[in-house]
């Protein structure tokens, strides 16, 4: 089990920046943010594999970006041009084996942390 430890979410105006850092307390090489709004389902967000690769979902594209330090056992996902659709609690959530058969799945992965909200205001 990995625990995960999210950091960096806030408030901000339409088309502002933010950062989030999820730090992992255990070996996790695939990883993920995922999303949850009021009154909605959870939603993937950008995920990367065991040798590092990004992917995002197509709303997030071009303006958010994900990236892993092995060496700090943590997570980042830098979030540009921020829109309000973009509010909502984000998770990090980890898949310590690699073994998800689909990123954007929430069933892929293991373990989960607690969330921090994202807010954009128009």
């Known amino acids: 089990q990995v625990q995960l430890v999210e950091s960096g979410g806030g408030s901000v105006q339409a088309g502002g920046s933010l950062s989030l850092s999820c730090v992992a307390f255990?070996?996790?090489?695939?990883m993920a943010w995922f999303r949850q709004a009021p009154g909605k389902e959870r939603e993937a967000v950008a995920s990367?594999?065991?040798?590092?690769?990004?992917a995002y979902v197509g709303s997030v594209k071009g303006r958010f970006t994900i990236s892993l330090d092995v060496s700090k056992n943590t997570l980042y996902l830098q979030m540009n041009s921020l829109k309000p659709e973009d509010t909502a609690m984000y998770y990090c959530?980890?898949?310590?084996?690699?073994?998800?058969?689909?990123?954007?799945?929430?069933?892929?992965?293991?373990?989960w942390g607690q969330g921090t909200q994202v807010t954009v205001s128009s």
């Open positions: 959530a980890a898949d310590p084996g690699c073994s998800g058969a689909f990123w954007v799945d929430p069933l892929s992965y293991d373990d």
């Open positions: 255990g070996n996790a090489h695939c």
């Open positions: 990367v594999d065991g040798i590092g690769r990004p």
